[in-house]
């Protein structure tokens, strides 16, 4: 079964062909980053405009290094939420309109389900059963994946995701945007010159919240506060600056380190997989090794292209729904949507990886 895979539920459009039979035909991605990076921020409007002029291209873009017909396509797949509404509804109506006019079965398509199933994608990867950290800028949830569509919410933000405290924090050390991956580029900097002094840690030590209690909750918007009072009574250096940003990236790698060792020895799963934005943090893939090899589990990344936003989850996510049965017959999208809604898939193909 071939799909189509359209992801427009925020700043990057992406499409991908996804073959349930050879695995990822192709993929490509186009970033607004620099149309916001003005404002500091997501414009939705703007963002809805950019999809509108970017995804028809992109399409034939991809169809064509996929080598692939649109009469050829069984199937297709659109991010249906959670997102901004303008922006999901431009992925929405191109991937209903197209398969409308081919006469060929459609599905919305979570965006979160999307990012855990992206790991399997890759060669080697753990079947269900997993611990699933989903760590983004707009989520940070431990799930508990017995198959696909039957997850358990183990724990969640009860405020800033993970990678929505990067960027915040960038802000207050008067970073660029996009600030997650400038703060995670200037903390490599702050290691690299602790390390030359002789130091295996930032000079500023935060706390690990929520780690001094039971509970596989998190809470990320303190560490805003503690590293804004640090550099308000700093000399204000660049030397300073990268040690900061150290400091705030072990606290936050470090709780999340913590609290999936307790979800994996609460759960007695044997595999771990991580998922989303700020799985490509050099530092969380590091320390969650060093984790999977002491409790001898096993530890699946989806590769960097794939932590972000991207059309090859969307494609992949939607062909193994498509390719089970089901489909949506409604237009639909849901700018908020607990997963815990979905459906399970029952009857499970077996995934190619990409």
């Known amino acids: 079964m071939i799909v189509l895979g359209l992801e427009s539920s925020c700043d990057e459009t992406g499409v991908a062909v996804y073959d349930t039979a050879r695995g990822l035909r192709a993929h490509a991605l186009y970033s607004q980053v620099a149309l916001h990076a003005e404002y500091g921020g997501v414009v939705p409007e ?25 009469a050829e396509l069984d199937g297709v797949a659109y991010t249906a939420g959670p997102g901004l509404i303008g922006a999901l509804l431009v992925g929405a109506a191109t991937g ?5 006019a ?20 890759e060669p080697g990867a753990p079947p269900p059963p997993f611990v699933c950290l989903l760590v983004s800028g707009g989520h940070t949830q431990l799930v508990a994946v017995e198959g696909i569509g039957r997850y ?3 724990g969640e933000t009860l405020d800033d995701a993970a990678g929505e405290a990067f960027d915040k924090t960038a802000k207050l050390l008067g970073l660029p945007y996009p600030g997650g991956p400038q703060l995670a580029a200037l903390a490599l900097q702050g290691r690299a010159a602790a390390e030359a002094e002789g130091r295996r840690e930032s000079r500023f030590q ?16 303190g560490l805003k506060t ?11 250096s660049e030397a300073t600056r990268a040690d900061l940003a150290l400091g705030f990236e072990d606290a936050v790698t470090e709780t999340l380190a913590i609290k999936c060792e307790r979800a994996l020895r609460e759960t007695g799963m044997k595999a771990l997989v991580v998922a989303g934005g700020v799985g490509a943090n050099r530092q969380l893939r590091a320390r969650l090794a060093a984790l999977a090899e002491r409790r001898r589990v096993a530890l699946s990344f989806p590769r960097l292209e794939f932590c972000t936003d991207n059309g090859a989850m969307i494609a992949f996510a939607g062909a193994l729904r498509l390719a089970a049965g089901q489909q949506d017959l409604a237009f639909r999208v849901q700018p908020r949507w607990d997963m815990a809604t979905l459906d399970a898939v029952t009857a499970l193909p077996s995934p190619v990886a990409g």
């Open 46 to 70: 703007l963002a809805s405009r950019d999809h509108v002029r970017k995804l028809l291209p992109l399409l034939r873009q991809t169809l064509d290094a996929a080598g692939i017909a649109v």
């Open 96 to 100: 209903r309109a197209l398969a409308w």
């Open 102 to 121: 081919l006469d060929v079965p459609s599905i919305g398509v979570h965006h979160m389900e999307g990012h855990l199933l992206s790991p399997l994608l």
């Open 152 to 154: 358990t919410l183990l």
């Open 206 to 221: 935060f706390a690990r919240p929520m780690t001094d209690r039971p509970g596989l909750d998190f809470s990320f918007s």
């Open 226 to 236: 503690q590293v804004l009072l640090a550099w308000q009574a700093s000399d204000r």
